[in-house]
């Protein structure tokens, strides 16, 4: 499968304890994108990377959030100080990048508990 | 912003029936548009998108149409099956701007 991959598919943690996902985008993909979504909801925005570069970070994306793609293939998400409104689905996406479409595909997910 | 709206949230069809599922966009710019299904569980699955150049997209029982001038999409699924049930989310984005807005969701129910 040559799909969008993220581990672990979910998470349970406890308030205050830090977590760290990630994503493995379609081969050759330069854009890398991270989302939430709650319950009800659609997907909203936190950051996106083309290649090893974070171009883009949302409002939604607080000081504990933190994201890296250091080779320009995987990335991680990681959060700090967990707290109970940061329980949602957390979603990966990829797409080819600038010049070519920017159709984005995106992964199963990792869903986030805090307790 | 762009600023997305989705009707209705639910929608309850008979096998064998059309769903329509309408958006509504507020920045003119805005000029891809792409409709996921996302089944329980699982990351959403892009179905099909259009773009602003063309004013309607046909794939196999799915369709999109586009009014730019009135700033609303359109899906429509014929002959629906059971296994069209999922929750369908459209979304907005201008090429180029990777911030894309999603609407609330539509969740559709096909009854065998």
């Known amino acids: 499968d040559t799909g969008v991959s993220q581990n672990p598919r979910h998470k349970i943690t406890k308030r205050g304890q830090n977590v760290t996902f990630r994503c493995d985008p379609i081969s050759e993909h330069n854009r890398l994108y991270w989302y939430r979504q709650t319950l009800g909801q659609g997907p909203e925005f936190l950051t996106y990377?083309?290649?090893?570069?974070?171009?883009?970070k949302s409002r939604l994306l607080s000081d504990r959030f933190s994201a890296e793609r250091p080779k320009g293939s995987f990335s991680t998400l990681e959060i700090q100080r967990t707290e109970q409104g940061d329980s949602a689905m957390y979603l990966c996406?990829?797409?080819?990048?600038?010049?070519?479409?920017?159709?984005?595909?995106f992964g199963p997910g990792t869903r986030l508990t805090v307790l | 912003g762009e600023n997305v709206e989705q009707h209705p949230s639910t929608l309850s069809v008979q096998e064998g029936d059309s769903a329509v599922i309408k958006c509504t966009y507020s920045d003119s710019a805005s000029n891809y548009f792409p409709w996921y299904k996302q089944e329980l569980g699982k990351g959403p699955q892009l179905i099909i998108d259009?773009?602003?150049?063309?004013g309607e997209k046909k794939d196999q029982r799915i369709a999109v149409t586009l009014n730019k001038t009135a700033k609303h999409f359109s899906l429509h699924i014929t002959e629906t099956q059971p296994e069209d049930s999922a929750v369908y989310f459209c979304a907005a984005s201008l090429t180029g701007n990777n911030d894309m807005r999603f609407g609330a969701g539509t969740r559709l129910t096909v009854k065998p």
């Open positions: 990377f083309q290649n090893e570069a974070q171009l883009e």
């Open positions: 259009i773009r602003s150049n063309v």
């Open positions: 996406a990829s797409s080819q990048g600038p010049g070519r479409t920017d159709t984005q595909y």
